[in-house]
């Protein structure tokens, strides 16, 4: 075998090289996770970059090169987790026979299996009411434009006869958020004792309507 051709075989052998762009993917998605870990256990204020970025397997300056600060990596991590529950609500939505009340159903079913993710939403949630908190006016539009999501799909689904009428969307919406949330608390202090996505799905059959 030629110089060349064992040159050649090596080459083809080989992985190919990631791009500076893929680089740069995966060492956020990488922080972004050992963010989401620091969070939960210590949510925003007893997290410390230093950590997250070792278990990124970082160096406090390559982390800051993707994130300047604790408050924008706080940032991409509420946003990375909007972004994932969109998209699997809009998944069940796009399923032949499904409306919105078996998205919701399904999105908590989906919850109960990521109690980090969870945990570290309720943390933040608690932290943020406090008006100086970097996340106090996020999660003020958050729950403004959820609202109104769920509005606009309950004032639809009132129209078509699928959810009752008596009684207003604004205010289903409100209580399908308080319901979501609270369940959350009670189950992460007592998992074994509650379950979450049944006791959610007594809430939205009672919201049907009964001739659906």
């Given at each position: 075998?030629?110089?060349?051709?064992?040159?050649?075989?090596?080459?083809?052998?080989?992985?190919?090289?990631?791009?500076?762009?893929?680089?740069?993917?995966?060492?956020?998605e990488?922080i972004?996770?050992?963010?989401?870990?620091?969070?939960?256990?210590?949510?925003?204020?007893?997290?410390?970059?230093?950590?997250?970025?070792?278990?990124a397997?970082?160096?406090?300056?390559?982390?800051?090169?993707?994130?300047?600060?604790?408050?924008?990596?706080?940032?991409?991590?509420?946003?990375?987790?909007?972004?994932?529950?969109?998209?699997?609500?809009?998944?069940?939505?796009?399923?032949?026979?499904?409306?919105?009340?078996?998205?919701?159903?399904?999105?908590?079913?989906?919850?109960?299996?990521?109690?980090g993710?969870?945990?570290l939403?309720?943390?933040?949630?608690?932290?943020?009411?406090?008006?100086?908190h970097?996340?106090?006016?996020?999660?003020?539009?958050?729950?403004?434009?959820?609202?109104?999501?769920?509005?606009?799909?309950?004032?639809?689904?009132?129209?078509?006869?699928?959810?009752?009428?008596?009684?207003?969307?604004?205010?289903?919406?409100?209580?399908?958020?308080?319901?979501?949330?609270?369940?959350?608390?009670?189950?992460?202090?007592?998992?074994?004792?509650?379950?979450?996505?049944?006791?959610?799905?007594?809430?939205?059959?009672?919201?049907?309507?009964?001739?659906e």
């Amino acid at each position: 075998m030629s110089v060349l051709t064992y040159n050649w075989i090596m080459k083809r052998s080989q992985p190919p090289r990631r791009t500076q762009a893929e680089r740069t993917r995966v060492s956020r998605e990488k922080i972004i996770q050992s963010a989401i870990e620091s969070f939960a256990q210590n949510g925003f204020r007893g997290a410390k970059m230093a950590d997250i970025a070792k278990a990124a397997n970082l160096t406090g300056p390559g982390l800051l090169h993707h994130f300047p600060s604790k408050t924008h990596l706080l940032m991409e991590v509420l946003k990375e987790r909007d972004r994932v529950d969109s998209e699997r609500m809009r998944a069940t939505l796009q399923k032949s026979g499904k409306h919105f009340l078996d998205a919701g159903i399904e999105l908590v079913e989906h919850n109960q299996t990521v109690p980090g993710l969870v945990q570290l939403f309720n943390l933040l949630v608690a932290e943020s009411i406090s008006p100086d908190h970097p996340a106090h006016e996020f999660f003020i539009e958050r729950y403004q434009h959820g609202r109104e999501h769920w509005v606009q799909a309950i004032t639809q689904a009132q129209q078509v006869g699928e959810v009752r009428s008596d009684i207003s969307p604004a205010t289903l919406a409100v209580l399908i958020f308080a319901m979501m949330d609270g369940l959350q608390v009670q189950w992460l202090l007592q998992p074994e004792n509650i379950d979450m996505p049944g006791l959610f799905r007594v809430l939205m059959n009672m919201l049907r309507s009964e001739a659906e």
